[in-house]
C-alpha cells in the first residue's frame, strides 16, 4: 500500500543521502558509492522528482505530453497523455508474497540473533568481523574495535646508491609534516589509504600478510625508473633536512 511504498522510499533516500554525506568528506567514498546501490532498488520511477524523470523520458525517447485542441462547444484544450504498455501481472499472488517476505524477515531476525548478542557483548566479548552462519548472510563488521597508543607512519623511499633514501610524497598519505592535508572527497585514494595500515602492530606481520602488495608496488617503482620523480623526491629531502636541521626524533626499530 501507499504507506509501505513511502517507508520504503524513505529507507532508500536516507541511506543514499547518509552514503553520499560520508562520501563527501572523502572517507570511504568507494565503499560509499558501492553501498549506495542496495538502496537504488528501493526507489521506484515515483520516488524521482519530476525534472528527473523527464529528462529520463526523453533521453529513451518516450514521447512527451502533447496539448491538443479540444475543439467542440468549449472551444478549450486539453492534455492528450501517451499511454504505455499494460503493466504485466505479477507472477505471486499477494497473499503468497507476504508469506515469502515474512519467511524471509522471520529467517534475517533468526541470524541476526548472535550478531546482536555480540553487539551488547552478552557473551562477556565482542568479536570483529566475523560469521555465524556457514553461508555467511548475516554478519557483524567492526572496522576499528581498538585504537593503538601511538600512531606510526609508514614511510616509502627510495635511493640511487643505496645510502641515501629520499621519500616519497603520496597525494594524500600524510608525510610531509609542513604540507596541508589533500582534499579527496569524492576521490578515494585507495593506495594511499591502505599504506597506513602497515603502521599497525605487529608491523612485519601486517606487512607479511594483508598488506603484501606493497612489495609489487615497490618492484613496480624500481622498473619505472622515473627519474622526474626521483629528483623530485630528493629535492624535498633536501629542503626538509634544512627545515629540520638539529631536530631529532624517534624511530621504531620495528619497521
Not at 141 to 155: D, K, N
Not at 219 to 248: H, P, V, W
Request: aromatic letters at 8%; one cysteine or more.
Amino acid at each position: 500500500g501507499r504507506a509501505g511504498r513511502n517507508l520504503r522510499r524513505i529507507g532508500g533516500w536516507t541511506q543514499a543521502l547518509f552514503m553520499i554525506n560520508i562520501a563527501a568528506s572523502g572517507n570511504y567514498s568507494f565503499l560509499n558509492h558501492l553501498t549506495i546501490l542496495p538502496a537504488l532498488a528501493c526507489l521506484d520511477d515515483g520516488a524521482y522528482p519530476r525534472w528527473v524523470r523527464r529528462i529520463v523520458a526523453g533521453r529513451n525517447g518516450t514521447p512527451p505530453q502533447v496539448a491538443a485542441d479540444g475543439g467542440g462547444k468549449t472551444g478549450g484544450s486539453a492534455a492528450v497523455g501517451v499511454r504505455g504498455p499494460p503493466a504485466r501481472r505479477l507472477l505471486l499472488s499477494r497473499p503468497l508474497r507476504r508469506a515469502v517476505d515474512a519467511a524471509f524477515l522471520l529467517l534475517i531476525a533468526r541470524l541476526s540473533v548472535p550478531v546482536v548478542k555480540n553487539l551488547l557483548q552478552l557473551d562477556g566479548g565482542q568479536a570483529m568481523n566475523a560469521s555465524y552462519d556457514p553461508l555467511k548472510l548475516v554478519n557483524t563488521y567492526g572496522a576499528f574495535g581498538s585504537v593503538g597508543e601511538r600512531r606510526y607512519e609508514p614511510i616509502v623511499s627510495v635511493s640511487t646508491d643505496g645510502d641515501t633514501w629520499h621519500e616519497i610524497e603520496f597525494p594524500c598519505k600524510p608525510g610531509d609534516v609542513r604540507r596541508r592535508p589533500c582534499f579527496c572527497a569524492p576521490y578515494h585514494y585507495r593506495a594511499d589509504w591502505n599504506i597506513w595500515f602497515i603502521g599497525f602492530k605487529p608491523h612485519q606481520q601486517m606487512l607479511q600478510q594483508r598488506e603484501s602488495w606493497l612489495y609489487s608496488l615497490l618492484i613496480k617503482m624500481l622498473q619505472t625508473g622515473d627519474k622526474d620523480a626521483t629528483e623530485e623526491a630528493e629535492r624535498r629531502e633536501r629542503g626538509r633536512r634544512k627545515a629540520l636541521a638539529g631536530a631529532s626524533g624517534a624511530i621504531d626499530p620495528a619497521l
